[in-house]
């Protein structure tokens, strides 16, 4: 039979405008946490990481934080352009090599 | 420095078929990983492997899937006599050492008729 796939959660916003990406985790034992960008046709490209002893980490125009309280990681772009247009994945690790993906969420920036 | 090389980027089999998709790891990078993503997923690890080793296949199908990574040459994903839903992106990342940053290629995209 037919299967339904699920479709990404959208976020939409003016480009200019700052995003926020959230991302709820499943193990509370993962000390490592990425945020990866993928494009349409693409692999998974790195933007940023944290591991679990800090909250916050800033880079180029982004910024992830991790609340392990409630196994919540967000993922805070400044100034979104055209260009930031994607899905961006988060992924939970326990310092090795396995990784764990979400699900993405599809941000579209509207001009 | 050559990024993750993924060789085809597209594959078309019929049902029954083989298929074998090829990873060459970034320059200095020993070790591998296979992802399997299909449409609106996220990615679902599949196999981890050092060179000759295969490290943890945890999520690999037990059947009609299996992977190298031999001393020469790159790492092979061989899919056997596969189905439609063997329809997917497969990617294959690597690291110069276990638990560090992951980088991925651009993906197999293999379309099962």
């Known amino acids: 039979g037919e299967s339904v796939g699920l479709h990404l959660p959208t976020l939409s916003v003016q480009e200019g405008d700052n995003s926020i990406i959230n991302c709820a985790y499943s193990?509370?034992?993962?000390?490592?946490f990425i945020w990866y960008k993928q494009e349409s046709g693409k692999g998974p490209q790195f933007i940023i990481d944290?591991?679990?002893?800090?909250d916050k980490r800033q880079g180029q125009r982004v910024t992830v934080l991790l609340n392990k309280t409630v196994k919540h990681l967000s993922l805070q772009i400044a100034a979104t352009q055209p260009g930031d247009s994607a899905v961006y994945f988060c992924a939970e690790g326990t310092g090795t090599y396995k990784y764990i993906f979400g699900t993405g969420t599809r941000l579209k920036v509207l001009a | 420095n050559a990024g993750v090389m993924q060789n085809p980027r597209h594959l078309v089999r019929r049902r029954g078929q083989e298929a074998r998709l090829r990873c060459s790891p970034m320059?200095?990078?020993?070790?591998v990983y296979w992802y399997r993503q299909l449409p609106e997923e996220g990615l679902k690890f599949m196999v981890y492997l050092q060179k000759e080793n295969i490290i943890d296949e945890s999520g690999m199908p037990k059947e009609r899937f299996s992977a190298e990574f031999p001393k020469e040459g790159p790492s092979i994903l061989r899919i056997q006599q596969v189905v439609r839903g063997d329809s997917a992106a497969y990617f294959c990342?690597?690291?110069?050492?276990?638990?560090?940053?992951?980088?991925f290629g651009p993906g197999t995209r293999l379309t099962v008729l």
């Open positions: 944290i591991r679990s002893n800090m």
């Open positions: 990342a690597s690291s110069p050492t276990s638990g560090n940053e992951q980088f």
């Open positions: 193990n509370s034992a993962s000390d490592y």
């Open positions: 320059k200095g990078h020993s070790h």
